[in-house]
């Protein structure tokens, strides 16, 4: 005897979506998921509504699209907070949904008297989870979000207090560092993600502050030495995506910080050398080498660079390259020269005297 089995009804279909993706979502709350979104062509099945192994989940189009339709109605009916999950991983841009989970942090926040301190980061420590897993995770439209980016800058504001008051002194680095590698994570996942690029100016800007404060706090001792690690972090990844101005940008914006010009330097040369050796022509890497080399965060050191450009663009002439690299290189020394007078650069000779 045969059972014939019909798909259920589409409220059971949602219902049934909602239920499966929710209790992964509850079971997984307090580490980072990486989450695939499935081609829609694959038919709903009941059995098999998602498809997990660990931390990694895969969820087909039209389940996501079921749970949410399931979740925006528990969320207008209820406002459940363990609804904006699937709802802003859905639609990321989805406001009230972020302001929800803003409210119910601070509540926790006000509150926290009742769980404890240990209690409060808990709440701060699985939001960050939960937005690591969708910004991080490969979805398109989700890494660069400017909700949900934002969503993580308010929570930075929560977050940096209460790493800076724990015991262990590296806590604010290593919390830091963690920050920047979600960073990195979300610029491959969306090139040239703007948000998450200006998400790490705020974050390094807040330490920076905090840095020239009055309080005396042990992690200070480490603090250049980690902006170094940092800028060396930054750099690696500008070198696997040179078409990536966002990146090459935040590395302009770090390398001042530095507290030694020969390692602003070291950096710097060491792009120069990379786009040479290879002739490589991604604009992005031209406007970083010509906005570096003007500026007057080489000091002194610039000059042996832009020798070591100069004698690169002879070496065009002479090969008669008719590559579009010699048009680069030749207008980055034209910029450079324009750009140093503007900035009223001394030259080495004033220096010289200067000196004396």
Known sequence: MSIETRAPPWAD?????????????????????????????????????????????????????????????????????????????????????????????????????????????????????????????????????????????????????????????????????????????????????????????????????????????????SYHAFLTTSALLVKAWCCKHVSDTSGLSFLLFLLPSLDSIARRRRIVKDILEYTVKLQLEQESLWTFLRTALADTLLEAERDPLIQQLSKYQSEMIIKQRTGDDQPRVTDALKWIEIYKKLLQWPSPEDRETKEK
């Open 13 to 221: 279909r949602q219902d049934q979506a909602y239920e499966a993706l929710n209790d992964y979502l509850t079971q997984h709350q307090d580490e980072v998921i990486d989450i695939s979104v499935l081609p829609p062509g694959i038919p709903f099945d009941p059995d098999r509504l998602i498809l997990h192994e660990g931390s990694i989940l895969g969820v087909p189009k039209t389940v996501l699209v079921s749970a949410f339709l399931q979740a925006k109605r528990m969320f207008e009916q209820n406002q459940a907070l363990e609804t904006t999950r699937i709802i802003l991983l859905f639609d990321p841009e989805y406001l009230t949904a972020a302001n929800f989970r803003k409210r119910k942090v601070l509540e926790q926040k006000e509150g926290k008297s009742c769980a404890g301190l240990e209690g409060f980061k808990q709440v701060l420590d699985r939001e960050t989870a939960f937005l690591n897993s969708i910004l991080t995770s490969p979805l398109f439209r989700q890494s660069k979000s400017p909700t949900l980016w934002h969503h993580r800058s308010w929570l930075l504001d929560l977050s940096l207090p209460i790493h800076i008051t724990e015991d262990s002194p590296e806590a604010v680095l290593s919390f830091t560092r963690a920050e920047l590698d979600a960073v990195l994570k979300a610029g491959e996942q969306h090139p040239k993600n703007y948000y998450a690029w200006q998400y790490a100016r705020t974050l390094f800007n807040k330490l920076g502050s905090m840095f020239v404060d009055e309080a005396k706090h042990s992690w200070k001792s």
